[in-house]
């Protein structure tokens, strides 16, 4: 049984609220291209991976399960579900109240509390990229990204145009079972903008990609402003 107290669900609207201005400031409304060299097939390869308004609360690791319902139900608390759009403007807003907040039964809400304010981080630093074997490994997805050196990682789904997270995790990309890639190039553009023009990370000079690569950069701008790390 969950066993929660109100003043620990005040503390996790403040760590949602500051993790806000984070997401607002780094990630929202922005899509990142991740570059790695694939030694399988000798090239360069990339994702996409884009953040909007409706991911936020996942990342949160807010339930609206029944099971989960449930346990506050058995407890005598009453609680409310919204949708990720109206948790979003909700904290947007500092109207989130405790009945918000529903927790998972399996504690992962707390773990994801704990990286909520450090997902950026993904976008900076050095990074791999997993193709998650799900054969071997009990989980429901099979593409994350994570840091290369600590316990920062996102399960990503791949909608086709793009990638977006479905879910923080507390958790070091490299005990993940599958093929990981060592990140040596992102880059960022706003949601339906047409080339990336924001270099963030960079192990690699832009000349040696592939064009079907370089097509979606903005190279001239590039070559104006990128000093190759």
Not at 1 to 7: D, L
Not at 49 to 64: P, T, Y
Not at 101 to 115: A, C, E, L, P
Not at 126 to 133: G, I, K, S
């Amino acid at each position: 049984m969950i066993v929660v107290k109100f003043e620990n669900e005040q503390n996790i609207i403040k760590i949602i609220q500051s993790g806000l201005l984070n997401y607002e400031k780094h990630l929202l409304n922005k899509c990142f291209i991740y570059i790695y060299y694939d030694n399988n097939v000798e090239k360069f390869s990339y994702i996409e991976v884009a953040f909007k308004k409706e991911n936020f609360k996942h990342l949160c690791g807010i339930s609206d399960k029944q099971e989960d319902l449930d346990e506050y139900r058995r407890a005598g608390i009453s609680k409310e579900v919204i949708k990720p759009n109206v948790f979003f403007d909700l904290c947007k807003r500092k109207k989130l109240g405790k009945r918000h907040i529903i927790m998972k039964k399996d504690g992962t809400t707390m773990q994801k509390m704990h990286i909520l304010n450090n997902l950026y981080k993904l976008t900076n630093s050095d990074t791999l990229y997993c193709e998650v074997n799900r054969n071997t490994h009990k989980m429901k997805f099979k593409n994350m990204i994570g840091l290369d050196g600590g316990n920062i990682s996102l399960a990503l789904f791949d909608i086709g145009r793009y990638m977006t997270p479905i879910s923080s995790l507390d958790y070091d990309i490299k005990n993940a079972s599958g093929e990981k890639y060592k990140i040596d190039f992102i880059a960022c553009k706003n949601i339906g903008g047409k080339t990336y023009d924001e270099v963030l990370y960079t192990k690699l000079d832009v000349n040696d990609l592939p064009e079907e690569i370089k097509e979606k950069l903005n190279i001239s701008l590039f070559q104006r402003n990128l000093v190759t790390i």
